[in-house]
């Protein structure tokens, strides 16, 4: 059984800056892309950030490109997510997810495990 922990939301400024971390539970952690995945109040779950399993291919959706960082530690089971420049339109719940392959872009059909989510509230 996979289980996945968020980490790092909270409340900050617009134009501040938070660090989610995900840890995963379970095997193989490095077989496998993750993903960062945001939804807000009204709107559909949106893809943020995946990650494919060595960290040398990611994508980001365009609203955050330049401001947010994805990354991992294979050694330590977690992924990270790194928010710069936040905007008000940035808050939402925020939810690490695990591919069901190496590598699976920003679909999030193809991910399986899920964590809880973590609040990212922006002031402005």
């Known amino acids: 059984q996979v289980q996945l922990v968020e980490s790092g939301g909270g409340l900050v400024q617009a134009g501040g800056s938070l660090r989610l971390s995900c840890a995963a539970s379970?095997?193989?952690?490095?077989?496998?892309?993750m993903g960062w995945f945001r939804q807000a109040p009204g709107k559909e779950r949106e893809s943020v950030a995946t990650?494919?399993?060595?960290?040398?291919?990611?994508y980001y959706v365009d609203s955050v490109k330049g401001r947010f960082t994805i990354s991992r530690d294979n050694a330590k089971n977690t992924v990270y997510l790194q928010l710069n420049s936040l905007k008000p339109e940035d808050t939402a719940v925020y939810y690490c997810?695990?591919?069901?392959?190496?590598?699976?872009?920003?679909?999030?059909?193809?991910?399986?495990?899920w964590g809880q989510g973590t609040q990212v509230t922006v002031s402005s």
């Open positions: 997810a695990r591919s069901v392959r190496s590598w699976s872009g920003d679909d999030p059909r193809s991910y399986d495990y």
């Open positions: 379970g095997r193989a952690f490095s077989n496998y892309g």
């Open positions: 990650i494919n399993w060595s960290g040398s291919i990611t």
